[in-house]
Structures are given as structure tokens and as C-alpha cells.
């Protein structure tokens, strides 16, 4: 099974500042990774695929790259609305894996 | 638009069986993979199990491997999740989710979600 390593755990910023995001794959998976945000209360909302494909609807201020090992989620300018937990996954193996998830709280 | 919805969840003793449904609408749905995702409550997603678009291929996790079984009803766009010998650590919300791409084995993030059912084992 892949696993996923998400840093830090919790992200303390401002509004207006930018969030950086690490997910670290235990092996080798291209750039079949995900990043989903889940807002409490609420089912999680697909944001960027293969690394660095916005998904419809997300704003711009979300990007992702990275590959093979590698990935990075970048808020580029934290909205009110953008605290929240996000969470990488993968789907180059079965099982399919998620990280454990890293928490953008308000500074 | 794309709309899932979980339903069935309730509280069930440990050993006892329980089936999910996930009422699908806004999309063709029997071209698109289900996944159904548990997230006990507080803690991170976790990955059940997929069932392909025409229900020929499923994959389960290894935690509920023999005990969960996924199906599908394209006629009537419901996709299921049936659970078997339920344990006190299967306490979770569980979520169905679309696949991204058509067709294949599923292997694709998940661009749609429903607001999940929550399942509760306890005596």
C-alpha cells in the first residue's frame, strides 16, 4: 500500500497570506496524485487532479505540481472561505490512499 | 446537475449487517465509476471500496475485504454498499463518490461526492 505523508499538520496564516502544502508518496506514483478540501460539515470537494489539473469551478489561486515522490498544494492568497482541511490521494495502486490530511487554521 | 444521495445509515449492534444506498441523478451514470470513502468521525477519509461503470470489476480495501460488498443498479442509477459482520471501528460516515473519467477501472479522483450516511456500531 502507498502511503501518504502530508506536512505540516496544521498551517496557522492569515487571510491574504499563501499557504504551501507538502504530500510525500512512500513510493513512485507519476503524477497520479489529488488534493481535496474539506470544509467541517461537508463532504470533501475535489480541487486539482494529476498533480496540477485545476478541476471545474476551482479559482486560480489553487495550484498543484510536483511528481513522483513529490507534491505541492499552493494557495496562492488565503480567502475566508479557504480554511479548511485538505487531504492528497492517489491512484496509481490499489488500494487507493489518502494522506492524512493537513489543517489551513486562521493565524 | 450531479447529485449523489447516501441513505441507510443508522445505529447497528456489532455483527449485524447493513446496507447504503447512493441515489445518483444529473449524469449518465452507468458509464461512470462509484466509490464509497468512510471517514470516522474526527479523523481522516479512508478508501472502501470501487465498483466499475458496468459493475464487472471491484476492488475493497483491506480492512473490509470479505465483509463489504459493492453493487449497482444502473437501470435505476442506485449504487450500493453492502456491509456484513459490522465492528465497532466501521463507525464512520460513509460517502459514495463519482469517478472524474468515464468507463475503466475506476482509477480516477472523484469529482462529485454526496453528503454521506452516517453508520454507527455500538450495543
Known amino acids: 500500500e502507498i502511503v501518504l505523508t502530508q506536512s505540516p499538520a496544521t498551517l496557522s496564516l492569515s487571510p491574504g497570506e499563501r499557504a504551501t502544502l507538502s504530500c510525500r508518496a512512500s513510493?513512485?506514483?507519476?503524477?497520479?496524485l489529488a488534493w481535496y478540501q474539506q470544509i467541517p460539515g461537508q463532504a470533501p470537494r475535489l480541487l486539482i487532479y494529476?498533480?496540477?489539473k485545476r478541476a471545474t469551478g476551482i479559482p486560480a489561486r489553487f495550484s498543484g505540481s510536483g511528481s513522483g515522490i513529490d507534491f505541492t498544494l499552493t494557495i496562492s492568497s488565503l480567502e475566508p472561505e479557504d480554511f479548511a482541511v485538505y487531504y492528497c490521494?492517489?491512484?496509481?495502486?490499489?488500494?487507493?490512499?489518502f494522506g492524512g490530511g493537513t489543517k489551513v487554521a486562521i493565524k | 446537475q450531479v447529485q449523489l444521495v447516501e441513505s441507510g445509515g443508522g445505529l447497528v449492534q456489532p455483527g449485524r449487517s447493513l446496507t447504503l444506498s447512493c441515489a445518483a441523478s444529473?449524469?449518465?451514470?452507468?458509464?461512470?465509476?462509484i466509490h464509497w470513502v468512510r471517514q470516522a468521525p474526527g479523523k481522516g477519509l479512508e478508501w472502501v471500496a470501487v465498483?466499475?461503470?458496468?459493475?464487472?470489476?471491484?476492488i475493497y480495501a483491506d480492512s473490509v475485504r470479505g465483509r463489504f460488498t459493492v453493487s449497482r443498479d444502473n437501470s435505476n442509477t442506485t449504487a450500493f454498499l453492502h456491509m456484513d459482520s459490522l465492528r465497532t471501528e466501521d463507525t464512520a460516515f460513509f460517502y459514495c463518490?463519482?469517478?472524474?473519467?468515464?468507463?475503466?477501472?475506476?482509477?480516477?479522483?472523484?469529482?462529485?461526492w454526496g453528503q454521506g450516511t452516517l453508520v454507527s456500531v455500538s450495543s
Open positions: 494529476d498533480a496540477s
Open positions: 490521494q492517489q491512484r496509481t495502486n490499489w488500494p487507493l490512499t
Open positions: 513510493q513512485y506514483i507519476n503524477t497520479y
Open positions: 463518490a463519482k469517478a472524474l473519467q468515464s468507463y475503466g477501472s475506476g482509477s480516477s479522483p472523484f469529482d462529485h
Open positions: 465498483i466499475s461503470y458496468d459493475g464487472a470489476f471491484k
Open positions: 444529473g449524469f449518465t451514470f452507468k458509464n461512470y465509476a
